[in-house]
């Protein structure tokens, strides 16, 4: 029987060495100073592909701004971007125009092709608005031999989920995806303190919808990752109850903890989560920007370990796929295993079909 966690174990061996090793290919005309040694350190040059959303506007200036040596986003350099957009998502295509000129206008070129970009940079930042664009545009990026930090949402359903996971295994690629949220100190605290134990967590975050989406993949993700990041992966079975102003997703974790995420699309909404432990009920976590977030797919891709790992990501779509699944039940439990073991074959067709369209390197 196909599992999330056979499925990531490859991975996990088969990328293990990548992990520990630098990653080549690095400009070495620039260098960058350490502030504890002084000792030079290659630039390590960015590409963008997808303009089409506010946060590649947000992680170019915070890579922009940063100063060398203080850390390893003043590594960075934006050099390269692939204006990408998706004409049929509205909030996709009325932005591409703006913001592919706001990132020229700061010297970052634009380019015409993925396969263009990815001869220019030693690391890939995927900010494509659009989870089905995902799988392709992520494939010449492993190909290529480029680590890649995919932008929410991962993918819109599982089968793509898993088929970028298949495509990484087969070209040794590097890749990791996560919402701002999850770094937020206030929230990050709960998976960074081994102390604070966690019996159970309630998450909520604006939850609009997208047609071409799984519902909960949209927006839903920012609440969801706040809930995985207090809970950990672990998650059996999801229940979910709909109605057009809000969701209620209900986890249940197989030590028996229960996990909630609530989607708002009425009235006011913010990002939370209430958190229960076994002295202590805190509710006070809250959304910190985007700079933590931005440290880590630097550190990633200066050769550090995944940030999130792939197996985690995975199991978090797989949240995501029961709770549609449970909606078109009328609210029944939906079980993590059996939407991934439905997915694996589509994801192996789906991966099939992209790279027989998909020139090679």
Not at 317 to 331: D, L, N, T, V, Y
């Amino acid at each position: 029987m196909f599992s999330i966690a056979k499925f990531a174990r490859v991975t996990c061996l088969g990328l293990l060495f990548l992990v520990l090793v630098v990653p080549t290919g690095w400009s070495q005309d620039s260098t960058s100073p350490t502030p504890e040694t002084g000792t030079l350190q290659p630039v390590i040059r960015v590409g963008m592909i997808g303009l089409d959303t506010s946060h590649c506007v947000q992680f170019s200036n915070i890579i922009r701004q940063a100063k060398a040596g203080d850390n390893a986003v003043g590594r960075l350099r934006l050099v390269a971007a692939f204006p990408g957009g998706s004409p049929d998502i509205p909030s996709s295509a009325d932005r591409v125009e703006g913001y592919t000129k706001e990132l020229r206008d700061s010297g970052v070129q634009i380019v015409g092709s993925i396969a263009e970009l990815v001869e220019q940079v030693d690391a890939v930042l995927l900010t494509s608005l659009d989870g089905r664009k995902h799988l392709e545009q992520v494939i010449p990026v492993f190909q290529a031999g480029k680590p890649c930090f995919i932008d929410k949402p991962l993918a819109a359903d599982l089968a793509d989920a898993l088929a970028i996971q298949l495509a990484s295994e087969k070209f040794q690629g590097r890749w990791f995806t996560a919402s701002s949220l999850r770094f937020t100190p206030s929230i990050w605290r709960y998976r960074s303190d081994t102390n604070r134990q966690v019996l159970g967590a309630h998450a909520w975050s604006p939850c609009s919808l997208e047609p071409h989406h799984n519902d909960l993949a949209w927006y839903g993700i920012h609440g969801i990752e706040a809930l995985y990041t207090a809970m950990g992966p672990g998650c059996e079975s999801v229940s979910r109850t709909f109605s057009e102003g809000s969701d209620l997703s209900v986890g249940k974790w197989k030590d028996g903890r229960i996990g909630l995420f609530r989607g708002i699309r009425q009235g006011y909404s913010n990002y939370g989560l209430t958190v229960f432990g076994p002295n202590f009920v805190e509710s006070d976590a809250k959304y910190e920007g985007y700079d933590p977030l931005v440290t880590r797919f630097a550190e990633f891709f200066a050769g550090g370990p995944h940030p999130v790992t792939p197996e985690e990501s995975l199991e978090m779509m797989a949240f995501i796929e029961a709770a549609q699944r449970s909606r078109e039940r009328g609210g029944a439990p939906v079980r993590l295993e059996e939407v991934v073991s439905e997915a694996q074959a589509q994801a192996r067709v789906r991966l099939d079909r992209h790279l027989s369209t998909t020139p090679k390197p």
